[in-house]
T-cell receptor, first 116, second 114 residues
Framework: DTEVTQTPKHLVMGMTNKKSLKCEQHMGHRAMYWYKQKAKKPPELMFVYSYEKLSINESVPSRFSPECPNSSLLNLHLHALQPEDSALYLC???????????????FGQGTRLTVV | QKEVEQDPGPLSVPEGAIVSLNCTYSNSAFQYFMWYRQYSRKGPELLMYTYSSGNKEDGRFTAQVDKSSKYISLFIRDSQPSDSATYLCAMSAIRQTGANNLFFGTGTRLTVIP
């Protein structure tokens, strides 16, 4: 099973709303990631959690707030977003680097977010 | 200079052709190399994964890594219309945090014409 599950698939929210994106994996991976992807562009890294601790924050605005409740779950809390935040938000997971034979990252299908 | 360079295409080939996709990179610390296929409005799907140098084959797909030239390739044999997608190369280095921070190419849009 190499599945990363993201919910919801689509989300439309107003600029004053609060919403959350959810991500789940059951591969025993200890690193989980949030990426943002705009049309015709590659994914851009937002956050990395390693062993449930935030290890990388790529200078993301505070209106995006990640949370890792346990090793299988990753959330992204959204508040007071702007229309330019509309994008495909991708979750990914990978095994840790101590196992170089299987550090590949697997992506979910994404949440297509539209901010109105 | 970007860390990873990839020709964005678009690339159009007839069905059955051999497709060659390439990326170059500048960071000699990269050791993990991946190719992803992404259909429109979907998440990237991992196609090939290579650690360090060498070749890897999986069905119609072959990945090659030449670390001395900082150059990676993906070959698709007997291309099919269902191969029409954007192909992203990605690579990373070992990190103290244990996480795999990927550096992506811009993606090459491929169309296989029946």
């Amino acid at each position: 099973d190499t599945e990363v599950t993201q919910t919801p698939k689509h989300l439309v929210m107003g600029m004053t709303n609060k919403k959350s994106l959810k991500c789940e994996q059951h591969m025993g991976h200890r690193a989980m990631y949030w990426y943002k992807q705009k049309a015709k562009k590659p994914p851009e890294l937002m956050f990395v959690y390693s062993y449930e601790k935030l290890s990388i924050n790529e200078s993301v605005p505070s209106r995006f707030s990640p949370e890792c409740p346990n090793s299988s779950l990753l959330n992204l809390h959204l508040h007071a977003l702007q229309p330019e935040d509309s994008a495909l938000y991708l979750c990914a997971s990978s095994q840790d680097y101590l196992r170089p034979s299987n550090t590949e990252a697997f992506f979910g299908q994404g949440t297509r977010l539209t901010v109105v | 200079q970007k860390e990873v360079e990839q020709d964005p295409g678009p690339l159009s080939v007839p069905e059955g052709a051999i497709v060659s996709l390439n990326c170059t990179y500048s960071n000699s610390a990269f050791q993990y190399f991946m190719w992803y296929r992404q259909y429109s409005r979907k998440g990237p799907e991992l196609l090939m994964y290579t650690y360090s140098s060498g070749n890897k084959e999986d069905g119609r797909f072959t990945a090659q890594v030449d670390k001395s030239s900082k150059y990676i390739s993906l070959f698709i044999r007997d291309s099919q219309p269902s191969d029409s997608a954007t192909y992203l190369c990605a690579m990373s280095a070992i990190r103290q945090t244990g996480a795999n921070n990927l550096f992506f190419g811009t993606g090459t849009r491929l169309t296989v014409i029946p």
